[in-house]
C-alpha cells in the first residue's frame, strides 16, 4: 500500500492563523529545525516560513498623483526636491525612480559622476514627514491652461502614492572582485585594486527566492513584507531568469529570478526605505522585503531549510570582465564562507563586505512572523506563478 504524501494548503494554514495556531519559523530557525528532525518530520510541524531581505535595490520608484491645481495643468515637466520625475502619464500622474539624481547636485560639480541625493532620498523623505519642493511646467492647453506650478507638499497631501518596483529582492547575485590595477566604483560597492576585498549583496538562507527556488509558492497576488507594510508580488521582475545553472539543491548558483512587487506608500516606514548614495555610481534605495513561504509538502519545508553552506555564488571580476559584458566565472564561493568575513581566492585571503544587512533581514523575517502569529497577515493565493523551469 503507497504511502500517502503529506501536504496542506494555503486555505488551512489560513484558517491556523485564524484559530491561532499557526506554527511560523524564520528561514534561519527553519534551517535548524530540518537539519535536527528532517524535511517530513519539519513539514508537518511548521506552517509558514518567513524571509528577509534589505539591500540597495535600484529598479524601484513611486507611482504618485500629487493633485489638481487651479487652475489646472498638464504637467511636461515636473521635480521633486529638484530630482526629475516622469510625466509623460496624465495631467498630474508621475513616476520617480530610486536612481534618478538631481539635477545640478553640488556633490556632481566638484566630482563629476558622483551625486548625494536621489529619488530614493526624495521618497524617504517623504515617509519621515518631511515636505518636498514640487515643481512642474506645462505647454497649455484649453482644457489645462496652467504653465508652471511650484509648491511644498507631504505624503498627506499626495492623493495616491505606490511604490512600484520592476525589479526587487534578486535571487542570488554575483561576488564582486577587482583584478585592476586601480580602485573602482560600483553598484557593488568601492572595490580594491587587485582583488583587495570581495563584495556580495543576498542574505543567502534568509533570502526570499533561496527559500523558494522554483517559485512554488510565488506569483501575481502574493501578500509580502514591502518597506515596512503590506505588499505585493504583481509578477516576475524585468531580469527574471528562471533557467540557469543549479546546485543538487536547486538553489541557483548565479543570478536568477527576480520579484515585481508594489505596496502603498503612505503605509511603509522610512526605517524599511531608505535613500542610498553609492561613491562613483549614483544614488539607489535600499529596501526592506520579506516574503511568506507556506509549506506545503516535503519538498518545499526541504528548500526553506537551506544553510548558507549549500548557497553558492560566483566570483566576477568587476574590474574587467564585467564592464565588457563577459560575466566570466573566477571561481565560486559559498554564502557561509562569504559571511565569515574573509574568503580564500587565488591563494590569498581576502575580506568580504555585505551590501545587505543580515541583521536586518533576519528582523524583517521576524516581524513578518510576528504579524503572522498575530493575524494581522493572512497568505494569498497566487494568481498567476512565476515562469520557472522543470526541477526534475
Known sequence: MAVKRFSRTIQEINQKIKQGKVVVLTAQEMTDVVKQEGTEKAARKVDVVTTGTFAPMCS????????????????????????????????VDIFIGATEPTEDDPLNRVHPGQFQYGGGHVLHDLLAGKAVRLR??????????NRKISKKIGLADLPYAVLLNPRNAYQNYNCAVN???????????VLKPKAGNANYSTSGHLSPLLNDPYYLT???????????AKGYIIGPGTQHSPGVKRSKGGAPVTPAGNLMVMGNLKEMDPRWLMGVSMVGYGCSMALGIGVPIPVLNEEIARFTGVSDA????QIIDYGNDYPKGDAVSLGQVSYAELKSGMITFRGQNIHTVPLSSHTRALEIANILKGWIEKGDFFLTEPQVMLPTVDRN
Open 179 to 189: 583584478l585592476s590595477n586601480k580602485t573602482i566604483y560600483t553598484y557593488m560597492g
Open 310 to 313: 549549500e548557497l553558492f555564488t
Open 136 to 145: 512642474a511646467t506645462a505647454y497649455g492647453t484649453d482644457c489645462y491652461p
Open 60 to 91: 524601484s520608484g513611486a507611482f504618485i498623483n500629487f493633485g489638481h491645481t487651479k487652475p489646472a495643468i498638464k504637467a511636461a515637466k515636473v521635480w521633486l526636491n529638484d530630482v526629475p520625475a516622469y510625466a509623460g502619464l496624465a495631467a
Open 218 to 228: 510565488m506569483g501575481m497576488g502574493t501578500r509580502i513584507f514591502l518597506g515596512g
